[in-house]
């Protein structure tokens, strides 16, 4: 018990509220100023990939909400750049995490490859300030899924480029391998790889 029971029930709940709101703030004054900008890849008529049926911009958008619940109930303020499966271009993605004073963006895609062999998971940077954000992602990716760590890479694409604070995109898987596929569409597999990502970036912004 950290208060007394014994006072008036108002004042008694108003205590429990502000314990309540102090455990969820996040500890470090850098990440409670920060907005954290969740970008899930794709939508409306650009699927990204599609393979079995299964359309990429989905499983980008489910895995972004799960990413974005998980920082949230922590405390953490988040921001995304597409709640619907609409399209939109890559400059209004960057334009969205560029108006705040701090700020960070993650996008979130699934990967692809022609002749189906490609496995595991890949982060991508831009800039330093990008690879810290990037390697912290990649590191909680890498101990909480068994897939192939394919690395932490920098990259020139231009939703990164066109972005002015920390920005890394996260490949959480190839949907062009059958077994990661299947992977990819599970909710449990889904939460897994989000609370990978929350994690990475709770501790990237810090
Ligand atoms: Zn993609």
């Not at 699927?47 to 990429?56: H, L, M």
């Not at 995304?80 to 334009?95: E, G, N, P």
């Not at 330093?128 to 909480?144: E, N, P, T, V, W």
Request: net charge positive.
């Amino acid at each position: 018990m950290f208060f007394s029971s014994s006072g008036p029930p108002l004042k008694r709940l108003f205590l429990g509220l502000i314990l309540m709101a102090g455990s969820l703030v996040p500890q470090h004054r850098a990440a409670a100023e920060t907005v954290i900008v969740l970008d899930p890849g794709h939508g409306g008529h650009e699927s990204g990939a599609v393979w079995g049926g299964v359309r990429e911009k989905h499983l980008n958008l489910n895995i972004a909400r799960r990413v974005e619940s998980i920082l949230r109930s922590r405390g953490y303020t988040t921001v995304m750049t597409r709640r619907k499966d609409v399209f939109i271009s890559l400059d209004y993605r960057a334009r969205v995490a560029n108006q705040f004073r701090r700020s960070v963006l993650v996008s979130i895609h699934c990967n692809s490859d022609g002749r189906q062999r490609g496995r595991g998971i890949e982060t991508y940077y831009a800039g330093s300030s990008g690879k810290r954000l990037a390697r912290q992602i990649h590191r909680r990716l890498d101990s909480r899924t068994s897939t192939p760590n394919r690395g932490l890479k920098p990259c020139r694409f231009s939703v990164l480029r066109r972005t002015d604070c920390p920005a890394a995109l996260v490949e959480c898987g190839f949907l062009s391998s059958k077994s990661e596929r299947r992977l990819l569409c599970s909710p449990a597999y889904q939460q897994r790889v989000a609370l990978a990502i929350a994690e990475g970036i709770a501790i990237g912004i810090r």
